[in-house]
């Protein structure tokens, strides 16, 4: 269980709930509200079977494309190890940071079969920031280990096809897009340890307190409206940078220049929502 931390005493308890004043203070916050509810009953059994297939396909590859990792290791490969990691750790960050971004940003609930199945968590997400502490496993991580079966099942592929002049070849491309799957396969269930803050395992309190993973009072700064920075949700490592550089702003200045929409328009409008 959870020791007692600093985070627990500055005002983030997102699990339970956000403090009373900030509660009275929104009416974004919370399970109660109107389009937080509407958006959790859009939940369907189709989505579920998504997620299933998904998380068990992924978690196989994984499992499959580990122990041939394994059996391939040679000493001469551990600073591309290394260095492959870390690369991977940067890529997979930033790309939460890509796909939280267009998907806080951009499209609407309403689009065909993509709005329901893919936008409506982060509209939800907006209203009712708990809401991600009471997901499963499978719910929590269903989309993220989707996007990475993919590329798992092509490695698996070439495990068995190509020489092992090959695999030694490219046996460092493998290691990072291994790292990437993996850091891209758990972003959610960081997320989701981000905004938890009574019964988190001690290791995962340390490697928050470490900034290996996203800690919780860093993701604090995204959830402040109108959510506009702060995307990174893996490590935040590239969240400060990115802002120093006005990344996110510039990408929707551009956006909204050639297409006319505004940035967050769909977001707001659930926000808003009363009954």
């Known amino acids: 269980m959870a020791s007692g931390s600093d985070d627990n005493d500055d005002g983030g308890n997102f699990q339970e709930t956000e403090p009373s ?5 929104s009416a974004r ?8 509810q509407e958006l959790a009953n859009l939940y369907s059994p189709g989505k579920r079977c998504q997620e299933w297939i998904s998380v068990v396909l992924c ?13 391939l290791f040679h000493l001469g490969h551990i600073w591309y190890i290394l260095l492959g990691t870390v690369a991977g750790i940067l890529t ?3 790309a939460s940071g890509l796909v939280h971004w267009g998907a806080d940003t951009w499209g609407s609930v309403d689009l065909p079969i993509f709005g329901k199945a893919f936008i409506r968590p982060f509209r939800e997400h907006h209203i009712d920031p708990t809401a991600i502490t009471r997901h499963d496993f499978i719910e929590t991580n269903g989309d993220n280990c989707m996007l990475t079966i993919v590329p798992l099942a092509n490695m698996a592929f070439n495990f068995h ?9 490219v046996y460092p491309w493998y290691c990072y897009l291994f790292a990437l799957a993996i850091f891209v396969t758990l972003t959610n269930q960081i997320h989701k340890w981000s905004h938890t803050y009574f019964g988190l395992p001690r290791w995962v309190i340390l490697l928050q307190d470490l900034h290996i993973i996203l800690p919780r009072k860093h993701h604090r700064v995204h ?15 590239l969240n400060y940078p990115l802002e120093k ?8 200045d551009i956006i909204q220049g050639v297409t006319g929409e505004k940035p967050r328009s769909d977001d707001l409008k659930w926000a808003q929502k009363t009954q």
């Open 59 to 71: 978690f196989a590859l994984m499992a499959f494309n580990f122990f041939h990792l394994i059996t």
């Open 21 to 25: 004043s900030l509660v009275r203070a």
């Open 161 to 169: 096809t190509l020489s092992p002049v090959e695999l030694y070849r």
């Open 245 to 252: 550089l006005g990344f996110w702003r510039s990408l929707e």
């Open 29 to 36: 916050w919370g399970p109660q509200h109107a389009g937080a």
């Open 92 to 94: 997979a960050d930033f």
């Open 223 to 237: 959830h402040v409206a109108p959510h506009e920075t702060y995307f990174c949700i893996t490590t935040g490592w």
